[in-house]
């Protein structure tokens, strides 16, 4: 038994991982010789204290620009999301959030081999970031480099075995490469890591009907509504009831 052709299944796809946004907090600045019981403290060098002094000047406005390229993706504005990031960079070319964060907004605007140089950038400044190897993976399965987004899929799940998005992304990708069975373990990995992802419970939907299972889809589809329409989402909702009503129609 095959999927109706009124019943489409499409995946609904998660977004990427946007770039945290960073708050300086202020300290009560203290004495070399507090609590030092009258010890003689160490001589500080100066060319460390220059390179504190210019870290520190660097600072507030490296922090103003990523939080204007935070606020930016947000909006869905991405090219000023890509200039502010841009400025963040330049403030401090060794920060992975600047590259993170442009790389997610040259993503968003499909300059796909743009977002990979920042994400390998990211990736070269810090080798065990499980959401940026999952977002790069993305870049890779939108170019059609299903080996190379797969490979980083891995790399993220062995970094991290609790990130839903990686098994989610890795399971979408299987799903459209027909492998089915690999695409259902994936999405079922998410649910056990994310229970209420009621994203997840729809892609498993999708498999279960071209793996001819058509209960197990209408259940999966069920739950799916019912934490889309719990969590507010309610065109998800919609949509996910009107793939009931076709599949009730067979």
């Not at 870049?139 to 098994?167: K, Q, T």
Request: charge should be negative; proline fraction near 3%; aromatic fraction near 10%.
């Amino acid at each position: 038994m095959s999927p109706s052709p009124k019943v489409k299944t499409t995946l609904i796809s998660v977004g990427v991982g946007l770039v945290a946004m960073a708050i300086a907090f202020s300290v009560r600045s203290r004495s070399l010789t507090e609590n030092l019981a009258g010890e003689t403290p160490e001589p500080v060098d100066s060319s460390w204290r220059q390179e504190q002094l210019r870290k520190s000047s660097l600072s507030q406005p490296y922090l103003s620009a990523i939080a204007a390229g935070q606020a930016s993706l947000e909006a869905e504005d991405y090219e000023a999301a890509v200039n502010d990031f841009t400025r963040a960079i330049n403030l401090s070319p060794d920060s992975t959030r600047g590259y993170h964060g442009r790389a997610i907004a040259r993503l968003k605007t499909e300059d796909y081999d743009g977002a990979i140089t920042d994400f390998t950038r990211a990736l070269d400044l810090d080798r065990d970031d499980a959401r940026t190897y999952t977002n790069r993976g993305s870049a890779y399965s939108a170019l059609g480099d299903a080996e190379a987004a797969l490979d980083d899929y891995n790399r993220a799940i062995a970094l991290n075995p609790d990130y839903g998005d990686a098994y989610f992304n890795r399971g979408s990708l299987y799903f459209e490469l027909g492998d089915y069975d690999r695409a259902l373990n994936d999405f079922t990995e998410t649910l056990v890591v994310e229970p209420e992802s009621a994203k997840a419970f729809y892609n498993r939907a999708m498999v279960y009907l071209e793996l001819d299972r058509l209960n197990s889809a209408i259940a999966d589809l069920e739950t799916a509504e019912a934490l889309f329409r719990k969590q507010n989402n309610f065109a998800a909702s919609e949509y996910t009831l009107e793939t009931l009503k076709d599949l009730n129609r067979r």
